[in-house]
């Protein structure tokens, strides 16, 4: 059911009244406020990244009633899917994967070519929107809150995340737990409590999504310049996180 201008306004508003509540807690405490808060409606989605991974272990070490999904665009590095058998036997969760519907795939590829992104923002952007952000729609159903990875210094687009903010095209609550952890924080967290993370991370991708569109960065590079690297880089976002 679509929000009513007078209902956003209204959650935008309980989203300004709750920030107070939830800005100084740590990550841990955040995500405990948050099953409490919402019972059953709420997932962490899971990008299989070291933020998410870091996420994905504090829930499973408390024990916390949140499930967790991942979406498949099926042109992920077979490490990607390495590291999801890896982190389910881990931790005994039922990761659940979206997928893109295959019709829409066909259609997109049939009109434009299979690696579409390559000829423009828009057609790259399309190429996003039916392997990411339609299957994150379906993934987001009936939910009332979700939970993201992001954190401040990842890229240009993300330097004002607030750890609780309400995802007006998504129609509902985010909340990002680490979103004022440093790299140096995260992964002192992940080595600590033996996390495991993907492969391609030791070999110079800190940010990995689609093989076709991910590259090791260079030394001085951000950590996201290796994402549709021959973009400019306030373009560089899939969709799934949309950025005033």
Known sequence: METSQAQASSLKSQASSLKPQVSSLPPEEL??????????????????????????????????????FT?????????????????RERYGLDIR??????????????????NLFRTSVELRKQCCAVRKVHPLRRALSGLEAWIVGLRREQS??????????WDEPNELFKLAPLHDWTEARLWEYLKENDVPVNALHAQGFPSIGCACCTRAVRPGE???????????????????HVHR
Not at 34 to 61: N, T, V, W
Not at 97 to 114: D, Y
Not at 156 to 165: C, V
């Open 222 to 240: 951000n950590a996201r310049d290796g994402r549709w690297w021959w973009e400019n880089p306030m373009q560089r976002e899939c969709g799934l």
């Open 156 to 165: 240009p687009t993300r330097d004002a995340l607030e750890p609780l903010a």
């Open 71 to 87: 979406l498949d665009t099926g042109r992920l590095f077979e490490e990607s899917y390495t590291l999801l058998d890896e982190t």
């Open 97 to 114: 994967v979206f997928c893109p519907e295959s019709g829409e795939v066909e259609e997109m590829v049939r009109e434009h070519g299979v």
């Open 31 to 68: 995500l405990e406020w948050a099953a409490r808060k919402y019972p059953g409606r709420i997932a962490l989605a899971s990008s299989l990244g070291p933020e998410d991974q870091a996420l994905l272990h504090m829930i499973a070490s408390r024990q916390l009633p949140i499930p967790v």
